[in-house]
């Protein structure tokens, strides 16, 4: 059963249904579903974990082998830091995994039609998913999208509606087709966080068990970081992990009201004035997952920090010193873990989120490159 976070109101998984009718977000229940004797069976795709996700049992797995991204060891500022390469996926980025979980449940459902808002890189993946579903799909996207990351999207036979003004402006756009067609959004469906759950159960098979101290992942509207958070409860509820990973979201200081949130203690996203950031991946200015995601970090005992342009910069011109060709969104996450205390810093882990093949003529005129 879905409950509403808000009203507790609950509903059917088998009800094509994106939010609570008081306009609240969906959530699934937090259980110990970690079945491993049935690994030993299986792939190294997410559908390792098909299980825990809490699919209706008749959902098929839509995969393109996505899932058991490779962990990297590098030593920055003298201070040894573990990188997951989560760009390295079918469609060049983490929302691999929260794509598969919901179109297979989109497809168990038998949606033929579906819309979905995207600045880029959810936007490409769940073409891609919906092009092995048979689903149509189509994507709603900022006039400022990455042409590279549109192209991608069209060519998996998406169709692509340009929508000008900022990042809202295209979610304000899909929620009024969305009164016709159903809304698969990665911003609010409950499904989409639980295929980021995966992310922790595979940090626990690679590393043994032997999780980091903290983990720091980009944050927008921070379904990753409450994926990850429900993979580690599920881990724990299963006597799997005693204390799972500090939990530490990044934002651009141009577009930061979780970041807010957490510094006034809110419990839900604070209002703020948005600016243009090179982490467009990351602005979203009214997350609505927002209270599941302030709740995630502080149960993990866990921070939000921000960070300016220049240190985005700074962080992603590094990152390809270290031969990581990632988007400017993912450098945040290292441009965080650069601020931290030297002491902070040690037993950590950066996932990278985003594959830079897509923004590579951004990321030349970014660093000065003459293409």
């Known amino acids: ?18 939010r609570c009718d008081c306009g609240g977000f969906l959530t699934l229940p937090e259980e110990a579903t970690f079945p491993q004797e049935a690994f030993f069976n299986r792939g190294y795709s997410i559908w390792r974990y ?21 962990i990297v060891t590098a030593k920055i500022a003298s201070v040894e830091v573990r990188f997951k390469l989560d760009y390295l996926m079918p469609s060049g980025s983490f929302k691999d995994r929260g794509s598969s979980v919901l179109v297979s449940l989109c497809k168990a459902l038998g949606i033929e039609e579906l819309v979905e808002d ?10 891609a998913y919906c092009a092995v579903a048979g689903i149509k799909c189509r994507i709603f996207a900022p006039a400022y999208t ?47 966080v639980q ?14 068990g032997e999780l980091p101290r903290s983990l720091l992942v980009p944050l927008g509207s921070g379904g990753y970081l409450e994926g990850i958070y429900r993979g ?13 990973p500090r939990l530490i979201g990044v ?19 604070a209002p703020i004035e948005t600016q243009p950031t090179l982490a467009e991946g990351i602005a979203v200015s009214r997350p609505p997952r927002a209270s599941a995601v302030l709740e995630a970090v502080r149960r993990s005992g866990g921070t939000i920090l921000s960070v300016s342009e220049d240190s985005i ?29 030297e002491e902070e810093r040690e037993n950590s882990m950066i996932l990278l989120t985003g594959h830079g093949l897509k923004e590579s003529e951004k990321i030349a005129q970014i660093h000065g490159v003459r293409v």
């Open 50 to 70: 098909r299980e825990s996700y809490l699919l209706p049992s008749h959902a098929p797995s839509i995969s393109l082998g996505e899932g058991w991204t490779p």
């Open 195 to 208: 295929g980021h759950m995966s992310a922790a159960f595979e940090l626990w098979e690679q590393l043994r």
């Open 118 to 127: 995207s600045s880029g890189n959810a936007g490409a993946s769940m073409a």
């Open 313 to 341: 910069q700074a962080a992603h011109a590094l990152l390809l010193r270290y031969g990581f060709y990632t988007e400017p969104t993912s450098a945040v996450a290292l441009a965080g873990w650069l601020q931290m205390p």
């Open 1 to 18: 059963m879905y409950s509403c976070y808000s009203c507790g109101k609950t509903y059917s998984l088998l009800e094509p249904r994106w």
């Open 251 to 269: 934002q651009a200081q141009n577009c930061r009201p979780l970041y807010e949130a957490f510094l006034l203690g809110l419990d839900t996203g």
């Open 146 to 192: 990455p042409e590279g990351k549109l192209i991608q999207t069209r060519l998996y036979g998406a169709e692509v509606v340009k929508i000008p003004g900022s990042r809202q402006d295209t979610n304000d756009a899909v929620l009024k087709a969305a009164a016709t067609t159903y809304y698969a959004s990665h911003l609010w469906n409950p499904y989409f």
């Open 232 to 244: 580690f409860r599920t881990l724990q509820l299963a006597g799997l992990v005693r204390t799972p």
